[in-house]
Every structure is written in structure tokens, then in C-alpha cells.
T-cell receptor, first 114, second 111 residues
């Protein structure tokens, strides 16, 4: 299957700072990427859909000014958590859409805000 | 509201048995169906997908689709403790729709 990478795999930051997470499709071009958040023992929660060259579409309840998404190329999407707070601590996972609408997930980024 | 329903489990089966994971969906317009496996603390990985009614086999995995009943299942033959994970069903709506994920079924394979 296709490979999607994420960087960093884990990050610890202080409350009030911003953190950028990168998601790359390594062996295919992805016009559409997705960002999910998952709290311990809970299901995936879709945060936003990101299309190359256009603004991301955010799910209801997700603050677009807090979670900035940029999809500037067919292989890279970034999620920036601005002014992070402890309640933003979570497992953030990106995925890239494949040719038959399947999604390939990155390995995830574990964010801890202290 | 388009929904994908899965029994949360846990489903416990002995090693070597067949594990049967079920998923129902609400939208008759759904076209493609996907199964993912997610180990604890890891991200989901795609196991297989199915479009047509009937069975599709890949190694120890068999996906079964019944569009009339709006039902898709995943069978795991000769279950191994390493199969213990949460299995997510995902459904694509229409020709341009995103995947809608179920909440997953936790499978535990006992040695």
C-alpha cells in the first residue's frame, strides 16, 4: 500500500506555544488529505479535509483559527496547533486519499501540552 | 445523518478460531467499503476493500458485502493473538464522498 509519513512522531510543548505537524504522501500524489484527532480509548474524530491549493474544510466544532491547515503541494499537508493548551493534548493522525477513495494513514503524532 | 454502525465489543475468540466482525450502514447509495485495523496506540492500516456483492478473500481475511441488507463483514480465519486490535469499518458515500468510519470493534484473540 501507499506510504504516508508524519513528523514529528511525538512532541511536548508548553501551553501557549504553537506546534506544526507535517504529513507527506511518499509514493503518490494526494489531492485530498485528512486530519483526525483521537483521544485515548476513543474513536477517530475527523477534524478537517484538506484539498491541495484550496482552503481546508473543517468539521463542525473544530476551530479553524486554532487548527491551521495548509496543503500547498500534492504531497504535503501541515497542521499547526496555535496557542496550544493541555486540552489539545491528543493523538493527531493524517491520511491521504488514494485512487479508489481509500485512505492511507500516517503513523500519527502524539502531542502533549504542559 | 449517514451512519456506520459496529458493535464495540470486545469480541473475544480463541486462537485458531474464525473471528467475524460486522458492520451496517445507513446510506443505500454507499459504493465502496473498507476495513482497517488499528493496534492500540497506533494509526489505522488498510486491510482490504470491497465494492461488489459477495465475498472477497485476501489471505486469512475475507470481506463479505450484502448491499440489499446494507451489511458488510470481515472474517479472519485461523485467528492469531497478533490479530488482537480494533477493526474499523469505513464506507464511501456516492461517487465523490469521503469515507465515513464506524467506531470500531475491539477484537481479542486468546492464546
Amino acid at each position: 500500500g501507499a506510504v504516508v509519513s508524519q513528523h514529528p512522531s511525538w512532541v511536548i510543548c508548553k501551553s501557549g506555544t504553537s506546534v506544526k505537524i507535517e504529513c507527506r504522501s511518499l509514493d503518490f500524489q494526494a489531492t485530498t488529505m485528512f486530519w483526525y484527532r483521537q483521544f485515548p480509548k476513543q474513536s477517530l474524530m475527523l477534524m478537517a479535509t484538506s484539498n491541495e491549493g484550496s482552503k481546508a474544510t473543517y468539521e463542525q466544532g473544530v476551530e479553524k483559527d486554532k487548527f491551521l491547515i495548509n496543503h500547498a503541494s500534492l504531497t504535503l499537508s501541515t497542521l499547526t496547533v496555535t496557542s496550544a493548551h493541555p486540552e489539545d493534548s491528543s493523538f493527531y493522525i493524517c491520511s491521504a486519499r488514494g485512487p479508489v477513495y481509500e485512505q492511507y494513514f500516517g503513523p500519527g503524532t502524539r502531542l502533549t501540552v504542559t | 445523518q449517514k451512519e456506520v454502525e459496529q458493535n464495540s465489543g470486545p469480541l473475544s475468540v480463541p486462537e485458531g478460531a474464525i473471528a467475524s466482525l460486522n458492520c451496517t450502514y445507513s446510506d443505500r447509495g454507499s459504493q465502496s467499503f473498507f476495513w482497517y485495523r488499528q493496534y492500540s496506540g497506533k494509526s489505522p492500516e488498510l486491510i482490504m476493500f470491497i465494492y461488489s456483492n459477495g465475498d472477497k478473500e485476501d489471505g486469512r481475511f475475507t470481506a463479505q458485502l450484502n448491499k440489499a441488507s446494507q451489511y458488510v463483514s470481515l472474517l479472519i480465519r485461523d485467528s492469531q493473538p497478533s490479530d488482537s486490535a480494533t477493526y474499523l469499518c469505513a464506507v464511501k458515500l456516492g461517487s465523490q464522498g469521503n469515507l465515513i468510519f464506524g467506531k470500531g470493534t475491539k477484537l481479542s484473540v486468546k492464546p
